[in-house]
């Protein structure tokens, strides 16, 4: 009998939907990572997976934001603001 495997997070990928649906960022800033070659992506057939651990990497580097991941995924999860809506929280932020 063979023994169980053992699986780590460096074994663990996952898609770039699912990595934003956690949280790690909003879809579209983890595409612009790729992009930039921030972020390595590994293709499982047609798809492109990401390792978690380069996900984790990624947000507790040294020259990344976590306030500015925490706004993107705010920014891509909030419905779009009414005219009204946007100068009344202008107003509240004191803009201009």
Known sequence: MGSPAVHNKSDLY???REAAD???AGYSTLRKY???GRLPTYRAGRRVRLRLTDL???LTSTDSN???VVIDNLVT???PLTTEQTHRLRDLL???
Do not use: K, M, S, W
């Open 22 to 24: 956690r949280g790690y």
């Open 94 to 96: 004191g803009g201009a």
């Open 56 to 58: 984790e990497a990624l």
């Open 34 to 36: 790729v992009a930039e």
């Open 77 to 79: 999860a909030a419905p």
């Open 66 to 68: 976590a306030i500015d």
């Open 14 to 16: 996952i898609t770039l």
